[in-house]
């Protein structure tokens, strides 16, 4: 996991509080993704992004889910009101080596919303 | 898009024996079959991964098959160890630009000592 920083490690917050985890790569990529595991739903990917732009984020759920990576280095997922049903854990990845889809996964951040 | 069915969901050896998980998918155009491994608390990490240019592919106790024709890939892992109990998901990707990886349910493999 040493690959990738993500924080904090646990949250807990109460619905309706505004949550942001965050993502550190420990070398700058321009490719990461975010993925939310739950036991009902199993691994999703939520977004993802190429050369710091997002791609594709038909996986966020809803208008409450919004995602950054203002550089190489650092990304935010942002959850705005939380809900109990978003409780999960939360994984950012980034690829291991450009080009493939071969991806390295943090050791992600588990989030309980009361 | 791409669907990864994963089987059997939960899986409990005797250890020394053998586990075998299976996967298949719906894309034809997939390309890139990977294995992840996930202990308690952790997040998923790469143990062996396999493209269609080949068959089958062996790293000591682990290995991974391919039959494109059928559409499914398995891992087998052999001489089995308690620290082998983790969760397994199996992916697959067309591993072109703006291609994901699509997930199987995950197997919990025990390996009762």
Redesign the interface.
């Known amino acids: 996991?040493a690959g990738?920083i993500q924080s904090p490690r646990h949250e807990v917050t109460e619905m309706g509080q505004e949550v942001t985890l965050r993502c550190k790569p420990i070398s700058g990529h321009n490719s990461l993704?975010w993925y939310r595991q739950t036991m009902m739903r199993?691994?999703e990917?939520l977004i993802?992004f190429?050369n710091n732009v997002p791609?594709?984020d038909s996986g966020m759920p809803e208008d409450r889910f919004s995602a950054k990576m203002p550089n190489a280095s650092f990304s935010t997922l942002k959850i705005q009101p939380s809900e109990p049903r978003d409780s999960a854990v939360y994984?950012c990845?980034i690829p291991?080596d450009a080009g493939?889809?071969?991806?390295?996964?943090?050791?992600?951040t588990r989030l309980t919303v009361l | 898009g791409e669907n990864v069915e994963q089987h059997p969901s939960t899986l409990s050896v005797q250890e020394g024996d053998s586990a075998v998980i299976k996967c298949t998918y719906s894309d034809s155009a997939s390309n890139?079959f990977?294995w992840?491994k996930q202990e308690l608390g952790?997040?998923?990490?790469?143990i062996i991964?396999i493209r269609s240019n080949v068959g089958e592919k062996k790293d000591q106790r682990i290995a991974v098959t391919l039959n494109k024709t059928a559409k499914h890939f398995s891992l087998h892992i052999t001489e089995t160890q308690p620290e082998d109990s983790a969760v397994y998901?199996c992916a697959a990707?067309r591993?072109t630009s703006?291609?994901?990886?699509t997930?199987?349910?995950?197997t919990q493999l025990t390996v009762n000592p």
């Open positions: 996991d990738v993704f199993g691994l990917l993802y190429n791609i594709d994984f990845a291991i493939t889809d071969t991806q390295y996964f943090g050791p992600g | 890139y990977p992840y952790k997040g998923p990490q790469l991964d998901f990707s591993e703006g291609s994901r990886l997930f199987g349910e995950g």
